[in-house]
């Protein structure tokens, strides 16, 4: 059976993008079509005082300095995943009506592509990022901007752990300054 990789985007995606400059696509499936699949991405700002563990570190400094402060300080948080930091913080991303897309996907690794048009080199702006299927994390760094340096960003993606539908969750956190931006893709709820 082919995997269907069920993508969903919050109607709010659309609406309550806070001065959102990134999108996700999908390559083309074929020569004859000239572009992927495009998806909104919505994203909010958070701050240091989320949590006790970032309150006390200065975030003034440069933004690859800060992604290293944060990858030090984040098992202090009680925190299991970028992915639970932005879902318990991020409000306007995971809440509200949600619609859907289904998208095949065929077997093995695939790409998508990360562009964030604030960031000064590559795709990403510096800080972490995650993907998932389901509740299994496909990818994960703790500098998306060293490790995906491409303008857009080529992410690779292994979808053998999907058998039927899955559903595509992918959280970033841009850490350049003292105001955070956290962009996912929402979810059904």
């Known amino acids: 059976m082919v995997p269907l990789l069920l993508l969903c985007l919050g109607m709010l995606a659309l609406t309550m993008r806070v001065d959102c400059s990134a999108i996700m696509t999908f390559p083309a499936e074929s020569a004859d079509q000239v ?13 240091p005082c989320v949590n006790s563990a970032f309150r006390e570190l200065t975030w003034t400094r ?17 925190l299991a995943s970028l992915r639970q930091l932005v879902d318990e913080t991020a409000s306007t991303c995971g809440s509200g009506s949600s619609s859907s897309e289904v998208i095949v996907m065929g077997s093995g690794p695939q790409e998508v592509y990360w562009n964030d048009d604030k960031a000064a080199e590559g795709g990403f702006e510096h800080g972490p990022c995650e993907l998932w299927l389901d509740d299994v994390i496909v990818f994960q760094s703790n500098n998306c901007a060293v490790a995906f340096p491409t303008s857009p ?9 999907c058998s039927g539908y899955c559903v595509l969750r992918f959280y970033a956190l841009a850490l350049t300054g003292v105001e955070w931006q956290a962009f996912s893709t929402t979810t059904l709820q």
């Open 35 to 47: 572009t992927g699949l495009s998806m909104p991405v919505c994203s909010t700002s958070i701050k």
């Open 62 to 78: 440069d933004a690859c300095y800060n992604a290293d402060i944060f990858a030090e300080a984040f098992p202090s948080t009680g």
């Open 153 to 161: 960003a080529v992410c690779a993606v292994d979808y053998s752990s």
